[in-house]
């Protein structure tokens, strides 16, 4: 799971892109939080999935 305070992070990148264009560094920083977020929201999914039990 992603921790609060990088889902806050990402939020104020996004923020901050709306208002300017980010710096690279800032750029760098919020592809690697959103890879980081997604990889971690596909791991999540995929548990939820393989726990899904089919009656039939």
Known sequence: MVSKEKINRINELARIAKERVLTKLEEEEQQILRKEYIEAF???????????????
Not at 42 to 56: C, T
């Open 42 to 56: 596909r791991k999540s999914f995929r548990k939820q999935l393989d726990n899904i039990e089919l009656v039939d």
